[in-house]
């Protein structure tokens, strides 16, 4: 009836599964959000790059992968 008896009565497998998969989301979601800020604020922008006074929103954000593992190293060093 509720999640806490479901994930009691499942298989251990998939209870481990679901933990491993609460953490990939969670790493995906933030590093999406952590892309889109960077996105909207123009630091791919090839003409901002290249510029010296240019500050970007997060330091050594390249692209997505980059933003993915800055959410995982963030939420590493959080929890």
């Given at each position: 009836q509720d999640v806490f008896t479901t994930m009691v009565d499942m298989q251990w497998r998939y209870v481990f599964l679901a933990f491993i998969a609460s953490f990939i989301v969670s790493w995906f979601g933030f590093g999406v959000i952590?892309?889109?800020m960077s996105?909207?604020?123009g630091d791919y922008l090839l003409?901002?790059?290249n510029n010296s006074?240019?500050?970007p929103c997060i330091l050594?954000?390249?692209n997505f992968a980059s933003a993915f593992l800055f959410s995982q190293e963030t939420q590493h060093t959080i929890g």
């Open positions: 952590w892309w889109f996105y909207v604020h003409e901002n790059i006074t240019f500050v050594a954000n390249k």
